[in-house]
């Protein structure tokens, strides 16, 4: 089974630049997670998606993040304009949604620097 | 904020068994206690989960106290791949959101 695919893996932008990330989930997964893992803590959930639909998005920094899941597949995020304090890890999770499974299957995750 | 507290870091030989501790004195009746953890620039992976009962698969065992105040994740057999931080969550997975709320983790190092 192909896990959660993202891309890039890594991205240096300079602040104010714009930038997004891609998140492909396991096929048939019908929720999908973006969380933002900044050096030496924990990742925090930006938004998630239930098919295309937004089930959570109340810790994304709607100034300047949007995200979108068109045709309740594959994923992007977004940042514009980017700042310093966005350097983080983003990233992706998928879970098949059903009787409240359990698992979250991570991606990657690709890495920004914002300079 | 997450609910749990775990050590920073804690360090196991190679071949022991490992033992990861979590307090989680606020948890509720219907919240699970679940295990991830993440190896260095990859992203977290799920181990295990359990409600009151111990739970065994095979990557480790979850022991929760009877009070379910605090849990125990055992890795029988620790390698060196199992070098990560490990993460203690707990979550209602029948009510309300399905987000996972990570705290800083413990940083397992198994040494050689």
């Known amino acids: 089974e192909a896990g959660v695919a993202q891309s890039p893996r890594y991205k240096i932008i300079e602040k104010r630049q714009s930038v997004a990330f891609w998140c492909n989930p396991i096929?048939?997964?019908?929720?999908l997670y973006w969380y933002q893992q900044i050096l030496g803590q924990g990742p925090k959930l930006l938004i998630q998606f239930q098919n295309n639909g937004v089930v959570d998005d109340s810790q994304l920094p709607k100034d300047r993040f949007s995200a979108e899941r068109l045709k309740g597949v594959d994923s992007t995020l977004k940042i514009q304009p980017a700042k310093l304090e966005d350097s983080a890890v983003y990233l992706c999770a998928s879970s098949s949604g059903l009787q409240r499974s359990y698992e979250q299957y991570f991606g990657p995750g690709t890495r920004l620097t914002v300079t | 904020d997450a609910k749990t507290t775990q050590p920073t870091s804690m360090d196991c030989a190679e071949g022991r068994a490992a033992n990861l501790p979590c307090n989680h004195s606020t948890i509720s009746g219907n919240e699970y206690v679940y295990w991830y953890r993440q190896i260095h620039s990859q992203g977290p992976q799920y181990i295990i989960h359990?409600?009151?009962n111990n739970e065994t698969n095979e990557m480790a065992s979850l022991i929760i106290t009877e009070d379910r105040k605090s849990s125990t994740l055992i890795l029988p057999h620790a390698t060196l791949r199992d070098t990560a931080v490990y993460y203690c969550?707990?979550?209602?997975?029948?009510?309300?959101?399905?987000?996972?709320?990570f705290g800083k983790g413990t940083k397992l190092t198994v040494n050689p």
């Open positions: 359990g409600l009151k």
């Open positions: 096929s048939g997964h019908a929720t």
């Open positions: 969550i707990v979550r209602d997975p029948y009510g309300g959101s399905e987000k996972l709320v």
